[in-house]
């Protein structure tokens, strides 16, 4: 079966940085999608990578490894305002993306 | 404004009646997708149209049906409605299947 784990929730300090962790199990693969959602709001694109490597982008980072299944996007310099969802989803073989359920972060002065 | 128009954005209704979201994709994109989100839970996928032609099928409820019309604005129809069907429901869109998506504001719909 086709398969996202992400951590449910995780807590982190103002200023510092998170690594939030996603691994996939999926037949096929064409690229792999990080998004933000705030409490009641819509999804936004954060990142997307299809070849191994980090993409660096501001403040988050996102890196590949399609050997192993896994991905993790990394958040420096945390704001009160990264509070919130943080969204995996891989395309797999029939360009349909599959979603992780998401990481809920919380961040404390 | 993410370019995909959800309408309405607030939805109040009874146990038992029908209502019809509306979405209207970014222009140039040609895949729509709905996602019904309860509270505190993921995104659920419903439905995909691709250039007017349903593409994928999730777990989409009987009561649940959906279309894209020519001009590619889409409708979600939800049935004899239940208690358990309140939630956000997303619309998305992207240009081609595979591309990222864009993400309309969302309609809540409280069953009441």
């Known amino acids: 079966g086709q398969n996202i784990d992400q951590p449910t929730e995780m807590t982190a300090t103002e200023g510092a940085i998170v690594q939030i962790n996603c691994t996939y199990q999926?037949?096929?693969?064409?690229?792999l999608f990080w998004y933000q959602q705030h409490a009641g709001e819509a999804p936004t694109f954060l990142s997307y990578?299809?070849l191994d490597g980090l993409e660096e982008k501001g403040r988050f980072s996102s890196f590949l490894s399609r050997s192993k299944g896994y991905s993790y996007l990394l958040l420096k310099e945390l704001q009160m305002k990264d509070s919130a969802s943080y969204l995996c989803?891989?395309?797999?073989?029939?360009?349909?993306?599959?979603w992780g359920a998401g990481t809920k972060l919380i961040i404390k002065p | 404004d993410s370019g995909v128009t959800q309408t309405p954005k607030h939805l109040i209704t009874a146990t038992g009646q029908r209502v019809t979201l509306r979405c209207s994709p970014r222009?140039?994109?040609?895949?729509v997708y709905w996602y019904q989100q309860s509270l505190d839970q993921g995104l659920q996928f419903l439905i995909q149209?691709?250039?007017?032609?349903?593409?994928a099928k999730g777990n989409i409820l009987e009561r649940f049906s959906a279309q894209q019309f020519p001009d590619l604005h889409s409708e979600l129809n939800l049935s004899s409605l239940e208690l358990g069907d309140s939630a956000l429901y997303f619309c998305?869109?992207?240009?081609?299947?595979?591309?990222?998506?864009?993400f309309g504001s969302g309609t809540r719909l409280t069953v009441v």
């Open positions: 989803a891989v395309s797999g073989s029939n360009y349909q993306l599959i």
């Open positions: 149209y691709y250039n007017g032609e349903e593409r």
């Open positions: 222009s140039g994109d040609l895949s």
């Open positions: 999926t037949s096929g693969f064409n690229g």
């Open positions: 998305a869109s992207s240009a081609s299947p595979g591309e990222s998506y864009t």
């Open positions: 990578n299809v």
